[in-house]
């Protein structure tokens, strides 16, 4: 019962992380029809960014996030406006290619700044907390607690406000956005700065949770990916439940496999959603 | 002057002409059907209109302003709106969401003129809330109507309202364009149901492979020898 408990505690953590990855995926995939593969070194960039202050500096990882969040926002709505914007008239999949491009390079120009080696927020260690018998660090509580809140703030922002409510419409159907007189590009630098931050936010939790290394969110990049396709691509509000989903899968997975299967077990979800449910969980979503 | 004036307009899709020197007119307060054969290019002429296909000769002019390939929010900032031949609704957004999006460009208050367009179409009040998508077909093009109105426009380019629907409903669509001519805006429609689209306009045109055959009052079209022959059934 405990180590049920524990992997559950592991599984909301993880989870929490892929679904913030997972949220930004497919908003982008919403609103601009291509799988954005640079997303998983956006979240590497975000996690390397909130080093800086911390290390420069000495801020408080706390507070740092911010500036990491900031950063990559505007380092998400660059690329777009630089490269991706060009591009839009073509076939999706140059988008794709284009953005493993992007991938390439965002993970290049980390390793020359920061190294190839893993570093670290804190150098002490997050002493855990014992509760019969089950782990819990302050951290996770932090990054669960952070994520419950930006999902909040993502569904205010979504529901209450015009530039949310035109997200969803041009998500819906991008033509008729256009000619409502709904400025597209506007709509599209929005969709980046909130995809971007919470790429960030995930990235900054899995520093927290683990280490910093270059490749650290290209590796987590098949489980938001599942997550995205589990919750119906294009649909945020899905992307959130698929996250929890591939999170608790992969850590309960390890009572019978070895934990580096866990990648495998988000892969197998992906294909039997692909295979027999191509519209995710939540379905409806037009191709 | 007119409220709308398209001269001469040349264009379509990559590198071949659609349109091959398409004039029409719309008068303020006046409603104009286009009707013609399937692939004439009736659709492609609001589009030129609207900037989303190019225009590569002659001119548009709305309230006597250029209007030729300007993008399509700047046309709806001049009070021109656009309701397509399908998909016309957001489909998860709500009724009221739907209609807030017609006012997307706008920073003031306007509950009024969703009070307006309630007023209009009643049904709608009661479904506010509800996705567009699980409207039915009649209602959605309501949905439709009324977002476009929720900028006053002047000119309203309808593409086929009618279009898969009941002919009861079609019946209550062609009363709901009156109604909205009746508030003076004026329409500008492309219409299959061609008997009951020149019945209800003050003029029509005629399109064929892109060029304009015939235009003249909605009666006359109807009394016209050919016009009949081809498009009433005989
Ligand atoms: N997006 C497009 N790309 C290329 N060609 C197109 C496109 N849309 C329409 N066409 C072509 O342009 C011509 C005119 O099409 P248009 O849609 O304007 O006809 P229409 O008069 O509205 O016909 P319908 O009654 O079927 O709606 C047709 O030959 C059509 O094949
Ligand atoms: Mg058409």
Redesign the pocket.
Known sequence: MAEFLQLTIYGIVAGSIFSLGAIGLSLVYGILRFPHFAHGDLITLGAYFTLLPVSILGAPPELSFFFGVAATMVVAVAVDQILYRRLRKVAPVILLIASVGVALILRSLVQLFWGAGNQYYSQGIDMPWRLSGVNVKPDHLLIVAGAVILVVLLHLFLQKTKTGKAMRAMSDNADLAQVTGIEVNKVIIWTWVIGGGMAAAAGIFLGLDTRLHPVMGWRILLPVFAAAILGGIGRPYGAIVGGLIIGLAQEYSTVILSPPYKPAVAFALMVIMLIFKPTGLFAGRKA | MSLLQVDQIRG???D?D?LNGVDIRVEPGEIVAII??????????M?AVFGLVKVREGSITYRDKEIANLRPDQIVRQGLCYVP?EKNVFPTLTVEENLEMGAFIRNDDFSQDLEKVYELFPALYEKRRQPAGALSGGQRQMVAMGRALMLNPGLILL??PTAGLAPAIVDLIFQNINKVNGLGVSIMM?E?NAKQALRMCHRGYV?TT?RNRHHDTGENLLNNREVAEMFLGG
């Open positions: 379509g899709y990559g071949v659609i013609g054969p399937n692939g004439a290019g009736k659709s492609t002429v589009k031949q593409d086929e492309v299959q399109l892109g």
